[in-house]
T-cell receptor, first 117, second 114 residues
Framework: AQKVTQAQTEISVVEKEDVTLDCVYE???????LFWYKQPPSGELVFLIR??????QNEISGRYSWNFQKSTSSFNFTITASQVVDSAVYFC??????????????FGTGTRLKVLA | EPEVTQTPSHQVTQMGQEVILRCVPI?????FYWYRQILGQKVEFLVS????????KSEIFDDQFSVERPDGSNFTLKIRSTKLEDSAMYFC????????????FGPGTRLTVL
């Protein structure tokens, strides 16, 4: 079955430290998409990135970077020089093809990141 | 930029009451979804809706739940007789013709059942 594992329940770092959030997935689909979302205390899901299974290039966006390794089924997320505003719960998600041909998202259990001033 | 909107942002109801959560998807989108997130837990798929019918539903989506697209713009989730365990954040999402590959999430409705 499709599954997303975020083994780190909670991480605390001091401001300006780098932090990596791990995501490991299992899928039977040959084509799939991986996602990261940020959920601040206000509760909404903020989209961060989508990655196609065919594209293993690492991605960098400002202080954020993502490392996709198909060989280890991992899609890790690194925040460089963390800031207090990065404090949130971060979810990794995986697309799954449904029998109807549409997709649903499967989310991991999330990692709560606390950045201390 | 177009976005998915949801109303209300917070709904408080008594156990056994019916609630309707409303969503306005992005206007040219064709696929619609509801997800649920119990406090402190992961986001879970409830149902997908396409071409005016349910295309998939999860085991969570039992007979107490129903969805409807009553007009060209709204997409609603109805819970017929709420239970305490229905307390959660409910997210609506919509997608264009990618089949749901790229889903845009609304800000959520926090439902509290007392």
């Amino acid at each position: 079955a499709q599954k997303v594992t975020q083994a780190q329940t909670e991480i605390s770092v001091v401001e300006k430290e780098d932090v990596t959030l791990d995501c490991v997935y299992e899928t039977r689909d040959t084509t799939y998409y991986l996602f990261w979302y940020k959920q601040p205390p206000s509760g909404e899901l903020v989209f961060l990135i989508r990655r196609n299974s065919f594209d293993e290039q690492n991605e960098i966006s400002g202080r954020y970077s993502w490392n996709f390794q198909k060989s280890t089924s991992s899609f890790n997320f690194t925040i460089t020089a963390s800031q207090v505003v990065d404090s949130a719960v971060y979810f990794c998600a995986l697309s799954e093809v449904l029998t109807s041909g549409t997709y649903k998202y499967i989310f991991g259990t999330g990692t709560r990141l606390k950045v201390l001033a | 930029e177009p976005e998915v909107t949801q109303t209300p942002s917070h709904q408080v109801t008594q156990m056994g009451q019916e609630v309707i959560l409303r969503c306005v998807p992005i206007s040219n989108h064709l696929y619609f979804y509801w997800y649920r997130q119990i406090l402190g837990q992961k986001v879970e798929f409830l149902v997908s809706f396409y071409n005016n019918e349910i295309s998939e539903k999860s085991e969570i989506f039992d007979d107490q739940f129903s969805v409807e697209r009553p007009d060209g713009s709204n997409f609603t989730l109805k819970i017929r007789s709420t239970k305490l365990e229905d307390s959660a954040m409910y997210f609506c999402a919509s997608s264009d013709d990618s089949g749901g590959l790229e889903q845009f999430f609304g800000p959520g409705t926090r439902l509290t059942v007392l």
